[in-house]
């Protein structure tokens, strides 16, 4: 009873909270909306809890705080994140809520209501995305409620399974923090990649974690320093504004660390100021003061506001070497565009026109089209979840016609991107590129300000070599679209040209058949639509001629035997229990709708379960199996990358791992590191020891295990001994090549 009521006040207190944050800006019409519909989400969920126990109001709660509060949105979009999830788990219709909410609030909550199980005809994440990106274009509005819905979900995750804490933080680094990034919802975004980067990569998580705990008084420091020194630049030549100095958020810091391959200690450059002025002008005059106070890093300048990003984020990016001959980046905008910047999206077309899109808006966010068309297009999940890729995990570059038209694009995009760009015509036939006025390779990625011209061809036709040389989406489905006809077309008349050459040898007139309509009853009883999809399916070589004049035969000659017919036929039944004795093993690895198919795990990333994992189509060799975060995973060929799962059944299985430790080289550390892995059951396979002439030692350590969490729990119980520097998963003990023989098992 006690602690009902304490969970009683503290609904009570949440509620009051959002409540007293809402009144500052909501009308009494509006506090009566988001009151009633508070009121009905907590009689929904009063039997419900979530995972840690609490009463499961808090959630809508928390997601109407963000979508309020946070991002400053309207009494109806309030209303639809207290009811978000009533539809969807509780006896309460949408009818219900029309009717007591009206129309708009009840499409909000129809468009973030997960659709039932069953009706998913694909994977059930891939639809899941599919879904939560029709409702861009139904109304955007609804996506910024599940981003909020998500961003809670990370913030409360720690009481879910670990196996499903990595499932839903991949999805959120994958999936959700590009979407939030590419709305132009930054906060969002980062608070989305730091949770998500927690559970993912906890070790090198917690190592940056510390580092910055023991740096934060020195750089605190700095930072008042630096903004002490920028403010009084402004103010001795006649400006005013803010300026604010932050450290960047820790996920930000480990891609900095990957891509050039830099440890913490050897890190820079992770302290951004920004200045906040008036009017553009200004914005322009406080660079040059910044570059005449202190020396610019060449190349380290972005001008947003002349060109501004897809998401419409305007603001002077330039890295300098600032005081103490520290690199620091310092940005510069307006008002205007930093409340653009806060909000994204959200922050200045959602307030009109109850937030539909219109043209205005998608000239804005043109992504979104590229979106769209995939929706409509792409049937298979594989080329829709890379398409989604391109779209959603590149920056923009803007590339010139001759004319002087800017064209936006994904950066590394090519001339046969741009081509495709223009117009579908152009891509096709599109024969050569000049850039700058100098002939270049069709795969040339273009670069910020670059002028392009194509040269066209009325015979240049596409062909596969095209598709590894295109970044964007559109020229993608434009390419794959005319092979795949092209293809089908040339299948069709190879395959009725190899049917009439087999029937005349039969003596079956296949044209005559086709005429009267008996070769439209095979195709019916093989399964096809049409005669045309027959033709085809010979012409691909998925059936045989003679299977089909067989069963042209049987119609045609009712009661006699198929011509050149074997006299002993293998059982079909007994064919197909020895392809079940000899059904490859799997290894705990599953692939929705597929059987038997052999399984190998990769050597350059040795995935575990718990692992979010892709599966590579090898040539001859099967699945190969990789972490989804491997860095030979975004050089594979995706038209060969298959979504895979673990299936559940490698709880007692072992799975090798790798771990790197740094530490000091004293007597008896070998011997503490393997008693802290034997304490936790670990076996120790293999093991590399380097002594380094500053007395510290390398090592490489491959142990078995047999999920992710336990992997890391080996991690930090490591990395609380004395005298260890760091330590983290390693990969690098093992080949980069693809695995050839199959995990080891007990």
Not at 348 to 372: M, P
Not at 376 to 384: G, I
Not at 605 to 614: A, E, F, K, M
Request: proline share 5%; net charge neutral; hydrophobic share 35%.
């Amino acid at each position: 009873m006690e602690m009902e009521k304490d969970y009683t006040d503290m609904v009570n207190q949440a509620w009051q909270q959002l409540r007293q944050a809402l009144a500052q800006r909501f009308t009494e019409e509006d506090m009566q909306l988001a009151e009633s519909a508070f009121g009905l989400a907590r009689q929904a969920h009063s039997l419900q809890r979530r995972k840690s126990g609490e009463p499961y109001i808090l959630h809508p709660l928390a997601v109407a705080r963000i979508v309020g509060v946070d991002l400053e949105l309207d009494a109806h979009m309030v209303a639809a994140a207290l009811l978000h999830d009533v539809v969807e788990d509780t006896p309460y219709t949408l009818s219900d809520i029309r009717e007591r909410f009206g129309p708009d609030v009840a499409s909000l909550v129809n468009v973030v209501t997960k659709r039932p199980k069953s009706s998913y005809d694909q994977s059930k994440q891939v639809d899941n995305f599919r879904q939560i990106l029709e409702s861009v274009h139904s109304d955007v509005r609804a996506l910024l409620i599940k981003l909020a819905d998500r961003l809670h979900n990370m913030r409360t995750l720690e009481a879910q399974r670990p196996d499903k804490q990595l499932k839903i933080a991949g999805e959120t680094d994958y999936f959700y923090a590009p979407l939030a990034n590419r709305l132009g919802l930054y906060n969002i975004m980062r608070d989305l990649e730091d949770l998500s980067f927690k559970y993912l990569r906890p070790d090198v998580y917690s190592q940056i974690t510390k580092w910055l705990e023991d740096h934060q008084v020195v750089e605190k420091k700095f930072i008042e320093k630096t903004v002490a020194m920028l403010k009084d630049l402004l103010a001795s030549n006649g400006l005013t504004g803010e300026v604010y100095g932050r450290i960047k958020h820790k996920y930000s810091i480990y891609k900095k660390m990957l891509a050039e391959s830099l440890t913490l200690d050897e890190m820079h450059d992770i302290m951004a100021f920004r200045v906040i002025v008036k009017d553009v002008k200004d914005c322009y005059a406080v660079l040059g003061l910044v570059h005449q106070q202190w020396k610019p890093v060449q190349g380290r300048f972005k001008d947003y506001i002349s060109m501004p990003k897809a998401n419409g984020y305007q603001s002077l990016h330039t890295t300098i070497i600032g005081p103490d001959a520290e690199r620091i980046e310092v940005q510069i905008r307006t008002e205007e565009m930093h409340r653009q910047a806060e909000h994204g999206i959200a922050a200045h077309w959602l307030y009109k026109e109850h937030g539909r899109v219109n043209s205005k808006d998608l000239a804005q966010f043109s992504w979104l089209n590229e979106i769209f068309e995939r929706q409509r297009d792409e049937a298979s999940s594989k080329e829709f979840m890379h398409s989604l890729k391109m779209v959603l995990f590149h920056d923009e570059v803007y590339v010139y016609t001759p004319a002087g038209d800017v064209k936006e694009l994904p950066e590394g995009a090519t001339p046969l991107d741009f081509a495709f760009h223009i117009h579908t015509k152009v891509g096709q036939h599109c024969a050569g590129a000049k850039v700058n006025g100098r002939l270049v390779p069709l795969g040339t990625p273009l670069k910020n300000g670059d002028t392009c011209e194509i040269i066209t061809e009325p015979n240049r036709e596409p062909n596969r070599d095209w598709l590894k040389m295109v970044k964007t989406a559109k020229a993608r489905n434009r390419i794959q679209h005319y092979l795949r006809t092209e293809e089908r077309t040339r299948a069709l008349n190879l395959g009725r040209e190899l049917l009439e050459k087999e029937g005349r040898k039969v003596s079956i007139n296949v044209q005559k058949a086709d005429k009267e309509g008996q070769l439209t009853i095979v195709a019916q009883e093989m399964n096809f639509d049409s005669d045309d999809d027959l033709y085809a399916a010979v012409g691909y070589a998925h059936i045989t001629p003679r299977k089909v004049l067989n069963r042209l035969y049987a119609i045609l000659h009712p009661g006699m035997p198929a011509p050149g017919t074997p006299k002993q036929q293998i059982q079909p039944q007994a064919a197909e229990n020895s392809t079940e004795q000899h059904k490859p093993s799997t290894y705990g690895v599953s692939i929705a709708g597929v059987d038997g198919v052999l399984m190998r795990f990769a050597k350059c990333c040795n995935p575990v379960p718990g692992d979010p994992i892709v599966g590579y189509i090898s040539r001859g060799q099967g699945i190969t199996v990789h972490r989804a975060d491997c860095p030979n995973v975004p050089n594979m060929e995706p038209e060969r990358i298959i979504s895979v799962h673990w299936d559940g059944e490698v709880v007692e299985q072992p799975y090798d791992a790798g771990i790197f430790i740094l530490a000091k080289n004293v007597s008896g550390m070998l011997a503490s590191i393997a008693r802290a892995i034997a304490e936790k059951n670990i076996n120790i396979s293999n093991l590399s020891v380097k002594t380094l002439i500053d007395g510290r030692s390398n090592m490489h350590l491959v142990v078995q295990v047999r999920n992710a969490t336990e992997l890391y729990d080996t991690i930090e119980a490591i990395r609380k001994l004395p005298g260890i520097l760091e330590v983290v998963r390693d990969d690098e003990y093992a080949d980069t090549s693809e695995q050839t023989s199959k995990p080891s098992r007990p």
